[in-house]
Nanobody, 122 residues
Framework: QLQASGGGSVQAGGSLRLSCAASRRMFSNNGMGWFRQVPGKEREFVGAISWNGDRTYYADSVKGRFTVSRDNAKNALYLQMNSLKPEDTAVYYC?????????????????WGQGTLVTVSS
């Protein structure tokens, strides 16, 4: 129901844009978010956006470098990642929240995509 894409390998300082395709049922009235996970660590919050795009939240580690956006007409979620650092290397997941608001709490998300790998080399 959620399909993330756009991951790949990039050098430090580069950019990538992740996309997440969703079914209309779980997208149009729901807040959406991006999380990431590295082996041996918990999945961590990256960014979130409300159902209509009027509110966004970001983890401090990506603030000013990453931008979450959505296109409700296309049922699509995006994560523009600029000035990438090696510590951004992770599997990135998109998720749909139970609510319309943007939320940073992983427990508020009940649908998850399969993840896409981002590797940043120094």
């Amino acid at each position: 129901q959620l399909q993330a894409s756009g991951g790949g390998s990039v050098q430090a300082g580069g950019s990538l844009r992740l996309s997440c395709a969703a079914s209309r049922r779980m997208f149009s009235n729901n807040g959406m978010g991006w999380f990431r996970q590295v082996p041996g660590k918990e999945r961590e919050f990256v960014g979130a956006i409300s159902w209509n795009g009027d509110r966004t939240y970001y983890a401090d580690s990506v603030k000013g470098r990453f931008t979450v956006s959505r296109d409700n007409a296309k049922n699509a979620l995006y994560l523009q990642m600029n000035s990438l650092k090696p510590e951004d290397t992770a599997v990135y997941y998109c998720a749909a929240a139970r609510y319309a608001a943007a939320t940073t709490d992983r427990a508020h998300y009940n649908y998850w995509g399969q993840g896409t790998l981002v590797t940043v080399s120094s």
